[in-house]
């Protein structure tokens, strides 16, 4: 168990609907990563937050949005959905620091039909 | 921008045996972390080990140890007596050092360990 806890576990949804995933880092870590996971993707890089506030953007569609609440937990907001967005959805936690080990969450697998 | 290679395909391993999975890297960064990570079929992303590119020794987790070669910008995995418990696809991945620093993956290797 890592720390890093995610809801749902598994999210089945339609085309053109919005779905918020959830996320609650480890005790103590500020800094709060998503990752998308598909097949033809691979693991990539979406968004950061580091203490509320947004610190790097990656490969993320202006469908989807994030935000850091004040206790540090953390939400993806995935709007618009399309076939293509099916995919595991981690996030992970670090702490500062030389090493920041990024701890990842079970993950939230989104199935859109 | 960093890049990661894993090119193996499947890999396989007889229990108790060791097995190396290598991962190159590229990077233009002087200072950078290098990570593997293991994805069981369950899903979840586990944290295996980690090497700092100034770090002067290998790297070692238990079982685990990184085979480090800056000069070839290669870090490697060796898993030393393998476990049914290790197949599963594992991860290298790196970033630059330095505070919020994403990770860029490799796209993974699969291993399957023979009773």
């Known amino acids: 168990d890592s720390g890093v806890t995610q809801t749902p576990k598994h999210l089945i949804t339609a085309t053109g609907q919005r779905v918020t995933l959830r996320c609650s880092p480890r005790?103590?870590?500020?800094?709060v990563y998503w990752y998308q996971q598909s097949l033809d993707q691979g693991l990539q890089f979406l968004i950061q937050?580091?203490?509320?506030?947004?610190?790097a953007k990656g490969n993320i569609l202006e469908r989807f949005s994030a935000q850091q609440f004040p206790d540090l937990h953390s939400e993806l907001n995935l709007s618009s959905l399309e076939l293509g967005d099916s995919a595991l959805y981690f996030c992970a936690s670090s702490t500062s620091g030389a090493q920041e080990t990024q701890y990842f969450g079970p993950g939230t697998r989104l199935l859109v039909l | 921008a960093q890049k990661i290679t894993q090119t193996q395909p499947g890999m396989f391993v007889q229990e108790k045996e060791a097995v190396t999975l290598d991962c190159t890297y590229d990077t233009s960064d002087q200072s950078y972390g290098l990570f593997w990570y293991k994805q069981p079929s369950s899903g979840e992303m586990i944290f295996l080990i980690y090497?700092?590119?100034?770090?002067?020794q290998n790297a070692t987790e238990g079982r685990y140890s990184l085979n480090f070669q800056k000069a070839r910008k290669s870090a490697n995995l060796v898993i030393s007596a393998s476990q049914l418990g290790d197949s599963a696809m594992y991860f290298c991945?790196?970033?630059?050092?330095?505070?919020?620093?994403?990770?860029?993956f490799g796209k993974g290797i699969t291993l399957s360990v023979r009773p």
């Open positions: 937050y580091y203490n509320g506030e947004e610190r």
């Open positions: 005790s103590g870590d500020l800094s």
């Open positions: 991945a790196m970033r630059p050092t330095g505070a919020n620093s994403k990770l860029t």
């Open positions: 090497q700092g590119s100034y770090d002067e």
